[in-house]
């Protein structure tokens, strides 16, 4: 499987992402592989980061929290998607 943007990028900045793409991407199976993980097994708190298998710690400000959650039932309703809240 190949991904990727394509884009309209001039020669010397394709030959730059291309080389970051080789240095630090990884390709989507093994990229994956840390949701699926999550999915099959949730973490136990109701809001969490991770960054690969890593677990993250963020201060979470509930007057954020409500916004973000506000916000996305918001956008959810202008697109007919029902929101569970």
């Known amino acids: 499987m ?6 309209d990028f ?6 730059i992402m291309g080389l970051l793409g080789k240095l630090a991407a990884a390709p989507p199976a093994k990229a ?3 949701i699926v993980g999550l ?18 710690t963020r201060p979470v400000d509930p007057a954020d929290a ?11 309703a202008e697109l007919g998607i029902p929101s569970s809240a």
């Open 66 to 76: 409500r916004k973000l959650h506000e916000s996305t039932a918001r956008l959810l």
């Open 39 to 56: 999915v099959d097994q949730p973490p136990a708190s109701p809001v969490s980061a991770f960054k690969g298998r890593k677990e993250i």
């Open 32 to 34: 994956i592989a840390p």
């Open 10 to 15: 001039n020669r010397p900045t394709r030959a």
């Open 2 to 7: 190949a991904t990727g943007f394509a884009g």
